[in-house]
T-cell receptor, first 114, second 110 residues
Framework: ETGVTQSPTHLIKTRGQQVTLRCSSQ?????VSWYQQALGQGPQFIFQ???????GRGNFPPRFSGLQFPNYSSELNVNALELDDSALYLC?????????????FGNGTRLTVT | DAKTTQPNSMESNEEEPVHLPCNHS???????IHWYRQLPSQGPEYVIH???SNVNNRMASLAIAEDRKSSTLILHRATLRDAAVYYC???????????FGIGTKLQVIP
């Protein structure tokens, strides 16, 4: 089975710019969750998508937005980048319909904002 | 989601068993306990999960206290490849708003 893939692996942006990160979920999975991981911290939940709709959101401002496509792949968009947005962004897929289906993570996109 | 508490770091000698503790005193009766680990430069990897009974799989064992306020991840023979940050989380179904703590950084000494 194909695992979770994220692109790009690294990205450098300037403060105020916008960025789009992409995630292909593991085959058979219908749910995608996005996490932000700052250096030395655990992953922080941004939001989850199921059936192309946002299905739960963490404590992140509206400039963090997302999409899920019919093939269950997903995008994370961040507008008006700030220096504190520099982090590893992780995507995880799972099966929403199966109670407590484990999360399968990609290896992340390392975003640096200068 | 349930708040969990783990030691910041632990050490183990190679080929010895490792017991990684986690306190989750605020866990609800329907929250599962999940363990993940994260190797350097990789995303977290699922290890094991359980509700009330002890669980075993090819990677590890999970021992859950009878009152469910704590659990222990057991690696039966630590290898150098087990050196990672281990996260314990309490999760309702659907993984809504689950946030990971800082986790336990496990160092394996050859």
């Amino acid at each position: 089975e194909t695992g979770v893939t994220q692109s790009p692996t690294h990205l450098i942006k300037t403060r105020g710019q916008q960025v789009t990160l992409r995630c292909s979920s593991q085959s058979g999975h219908n749910t995608v969750s996005w996490y932000q991981q700052a250096l030395g911290q655990g992953p922080q939940f941004i939001f989850q998508y199921y059936r192309e709709e946002e299905n739960g959101r963490g404590n992140f401002p509206p400039r963090f937005s997302g999409l899920q496509f019919p093939n269950y792949s997903s995008e994370l968009n961040v507008n008006a980048l700030e220096l504190d947005d520099s982090a590893l962004y992780l995507c995880a897929s799972s099966l929403f319909d199966r109670d407590n289906s484990p999360l399968h993570f990609g290896n992340g996109t390392r975003l640096t904002v200068t | 989601d349930a708040k969990t508490t783990q030691p910041n770091s632990m050490e183990s000698n190679e080929e010895e068993p490792v017991h990684l503790p986690c306190n989750h005193s605020t866990i609800s009766g329907t929250d599962y306990i999940h363990w993940y680990r994260q190797l350097p430069s990789q995303g977290p990897e699922y290890v094991i999960h359980g509700l009330t009974s002890n669980v075993n799989n090819r990677m590890a064992s999970l021992a859950i206290a009878e009152d469910r306020k704590s659990s222990t991840l057991i690696l039966h023979r630590a290898t150098l490849r087990d050196a990672a940050v281990y996260y314990c989380i309490g999760s309702p179904g659907g993984y809504q708003k689950v946030t990971f703590g800082i986790g336990t950084k496990l160092q394996v000494i050859p």
